[in-house]
C-alpha cells in the first residue's frame, strides 16, 4: 500500500543554522505535500504545501522541494529559532479516488539549541 | 482553527468498556476524519467521511466505528476498549483544496 518514509526521527541544530527534512512516497500518483508543525500538546498545523506541477515553494524561513521522478520532497527552514523546535510531519495525498486522504510519515523531532 | 472542536479532551476508561468521541465542525465541510497519533507512527487515518451517513475504513479501523448524522458532527466509537487503544485522536477536515485542518485533540487512556 501507500507508504510516506520521514527522516531524520531526530535533528538537533544549534540556532542560525538550517535544518532538512526528507520524505519519500510510494504512491507515483501522490499530487499534494503538505508539512506539519506540531508543538509539546498541541494540535498538528499546516505550516507549508506543494503541489505535483510546482517543483519549489518558500514562505519567508521555510522552504519546500519537491523531485517528483525520485519521489520525495523536503523541508527547509533556514535560520532556525528557538521557537521552530516542535514536531515536523510531512505527508501526501493518496489518489485512488478523491477522497482527500493524506498517508503521514513518521515524524522528526526538531531541537534548535540556542 | 476551522472551527473544529473535539469532546471529551482527557478521558480515562478501562478495558472493555465503551466509548465515544466526538468531532463537531461549524464551517459546512464536506470531508471529515478521524486519525489516533501513537510515538513513532506519525498520524493513521481510522475512518472518514464524505457526507452525512457517507464513511468509509482508513488504514487502522480495527475496533473502530463512526457514525455522521449531520454535517457538522462525526462520531467515533470504540465498542469495547482495549489498552492497545490507548493515544491521542484527532479530528479533521478538509478545506480547500485538500488541505486539511485538525482539531484540539483527544488524549484516551484505557486502562
Known amino acids: 500500500g501507500e507508504n510516506v518514509e520521514q527522516h531524520p526521527s531526530t535533528l538537533s541544530v544549534q540556532e542560525g543554522d538550517s535544518a532538512v527534512i526528507k520524505c519519500t512516497y510510494s504512491?507515483?500518483?501522490?499530487?499534494?505535500f503538505p508539512w506539519y508543525k506540531q508543538e509539546l500538546g498541541k494540535r498538528p498545523q499546516l505550516i507549508i504545501d506543494i503541489r505535483s506541477n510546482v517543483g519549489e515553494k518558500k514562505d519567508q524561513r521555510i522552504a519546500v522541494t519537491l523531485n517528483k521522478t525520485a519521489k520525495h520532497f523536503s523541508l527547509h527552514i533556514t535560520e532556525t529559532q528557538p521557537e521552530d523546535s516542535a514536531v515536523y510531519f510531512c505527508?501526501?495525498?493518496?489518489?485512488?479516488?478523491?477522497?482527500?486522504?493524506?498517508?503521514f510519515g513518521q515524524g522528526t523531532t526538531l531541537q534548535v539549541k540556542p | 482553527d476551522a472551527g473544529i472542536t473535539q469532546s471529551p479532551r482527557h478521558k480515562v476508561t478501562e478495558t472493555g468498556t465503551p466509548v465515544t468521541l466526538r468531532c463537531h465542525q461549524t464551517e459546512n465541510h464536506r470531508y471529515m476524519y478521524w486519525y489516533r497519533q501513537d510515538p513513532g507512527h506519525g498520524l493513521r487515518l481510522i475512518h472518514y467521511s464524505y457526507g452525512v451517513k457517507d464513511t468509509d475504513k482508513g488504514e487502522v479501523s480495527d475496533g473502530y466505528s463512526v457514525s455522521r448524522s449531520k454535517t457538522e458532527d462525526f462520531l467515533l466509537t470504540l465498542e469495547s476498549a482495549t489498552s492497545s487503544q490507548t493515544s491521542v485522536y484527532f479530528c479533521?477536515?478538509?478545506?480547500?483544496?485538500?488541505?486539511?485542518?485538525f482539531g484540539p485533540g483527544t488524549r484516551l487512556t484505557v486502562l
Open positions: 479533521a477536515i478538509r478545506g480547500v483544496a485538500d488541505t486539511q485542518y
Open positions: 505527508a501526501a495525498s493518496i489518489r485512488s479516488s478523491n477522497t482527500g486522504k493524506l498517508i
Open positions: 504512491d507515483s500518483a501522490s499530487n499534494y
